[in-house]
Each structure stands twice: as structure tokens, then as C-alpha cells.
T-cell receptor
Framework: GQQLNQSPQSMFIQEGEDVSMNCTSS?????WLWYKQDPGEGPVLLIA?????ELTSNGRLTAQFGITRKDSFLNISASIPSDVGIYFC?????????FGTGTRLQVTL | DGGITQSPKYLFRKEGQNVTLSCEQN?????MYWYRQDPGQGLRLIYY???????QKGDIAEGYSVSREKKESFPLTVTSAQKNPTAFYLC????????????????FGNGTRLTVT
């Protein structure tokens, strides 16, 4: 089946730092989605990308849909403590949605 | 407020018992999904339904069953045949309606943590 490689698996950063994470695949996707999950909660949609090359921002978050349609990255600028959580990418084709294994972000003061 | 409600939040069962997890949405979404999440892993699709009275197996359907009698509801039964049922279960929905709407993002409920001993 389709596989999404998400990296890094985890990261510890200091408050105020910028963060970058990415997802790559051997398959082409029509849509890329980025979700954040807090402990014991369901994932919440952060950004949806629908076109190759698209760059979209949501506050301090910026995500891009790779030109090859096989990758996407998410940047978080000026991180704050509430950015802590697990970030998932997901790639969508006509038939299914595939999730990455997540990036666990921890922010220290 | 529109949203997806999963209940209960925590569920404990003895091995060998069937258990049903509830999922209700008032978003008027056509499609509904069940995912399983294990520690350190991504979400794996159990079952999904794009329309009332129809549903399809996902990647890990063995030991699970679903029904879709109403648009708003998509209950998941974890049967005694599921070999490793302890997990965090997430229900989601999206506004898909036919093959032209596959770009619709999924919206998730807050999950049910099932522990089987």
C-alpha cells in the first residue's frame, strides 16, 4: 500500500524557534493535509493543500504542496508552548487517505 | 455547534466480549470513517462509508463490523475476533459526495480509548 515517510519523528525546540517537518512518498497525491493532535484528543485540521506548488499559511503555520505531488512540508514560526503535540501529514488520492506516522513536537521555555 | 461526537471517552471490556463504539455527526457529511491509532503509529483505516446503507472495508477490517443506517451515525463494533483490540479509536467524517469530491478534508471526533483485559 501507499507509504508516507514523515520526519523527524520527534523534536525538542525552544520557545521562539522555527520548526520544519516534512512528508515524502513514492506515490502521487491529489491533496495534502496537515493535522495536529493533542494528547487524548482527535486530530484537528491545520492546513489543506489542493494543488501542486501551492503554498498556504494559517497564522504562524505555512505548508507547501510539492511540485512533484509526492511531498509536503509544514513550517511553524516562532513556536510557543501550546504548539506541543503530534503533527500528522496525510495524502489523499481518489480512493483513500494515507497518514504519516507523526512528528512529536515538544517546546521548552 | 456542528461536530463529531464519540462516546464513551474511555471504555473497558473483558476479553471475549463484543463492544460497540458510538459516532454521531451533525455536519451533514456524507462520508464517515473509523480509524485505529496505536502508540507511535499513524492512523489506520478500519471501515468507511460514503453513503447510508453502504460501507467498505479499510486496511484493517478483520475483527470489526459497522453499520450505516442513518447519515448521522456510524457505530463500530469491536468483536471478540479482533486479536488486539486495545487502542485509541477515531471516527471522522467528510463532505464527499461522489468521485468529484475526494478533496474534502476529514474532520475527527475526540476519540474513544478502548482497553480490553
Amino acid at each position: 500500500g501507499q507509504q508516507l515517510n514523515q520526519s523527524p519523528q520527534s523534536m525538542f525546540i525552544q520557545e521562539g524557534e522555527d520548526v520544519s517537518m516534512n512528508c515524502t512518498s513514492s506515490s502521487i497525491f491529489n491533496t495534502w493535509l496537515w493535522y495536529k493532535q493533542d494528547p487524548g484528543e482527535g486530530p484537528v485540521l491545520l492546513i489543506a493543500l489542493y494543488k501542486a506548488g501551492e503554498l498556504t499559511s494559517n497564522g504562524r503555520l505555512t505548508a507547501q504542496f510539492g511540485i512533484t505531488r509526492k511531498d509536503s512540508f509544514l513550517n511553524i514560526s516562532a513556536s510557543i508552548p501550546s504548539d506541543v503535540g503530534i503533527y500528522f501529514c496525510a495524502g489523499r488520492t481518489a480512493s483513500k487517505l494515507t497518514f504519516g506516522t507523526g512528528t512529536r513536537l515538544q517546546v521548552t521555555l | 455547534d456542528g461536530g463529531i461526537t464519540q462516546s464513551p471517552k474511555y471504555l473497558f471490556r473483558k476479553e471475549g466480549q463484543n463492544v460497540t463504539l458510538s459516532c454521531e455527526q451533525n455536519l451533514n457529511h456524507d462520508a464517515m470513517y473509523w480509524y485505529r491509532q496505536d502508540p507511535g503509529q499513524g492512523l489506520r483505516l478500519i471501515y468507511y462509508s460514503q453513503i447510508v446503507n453502504d460501507f467498505q472495508k479499510g486496511d484493517i477490517a478483520e475483527g470489526y463490523s459497522v453499520s450505516r443506517e442513518k447519515k448521522e451515525s456510524f457505530p463500530l463494533t469491536v468483536t471478540s475476533a479482533q486479536k488486539n483490540p486495545t487502542a485509541f479509536y477515531l471516527c471522522a467524517s467528510s463532505h464527499d459526495r461522489g468521485r468529484s469530491s475526494y478533496n474534502s478534508p476529514l474532520h475527527f471526533g475526540n476519540g474513544t480509548r478502548l482497553t480490553v483485559t
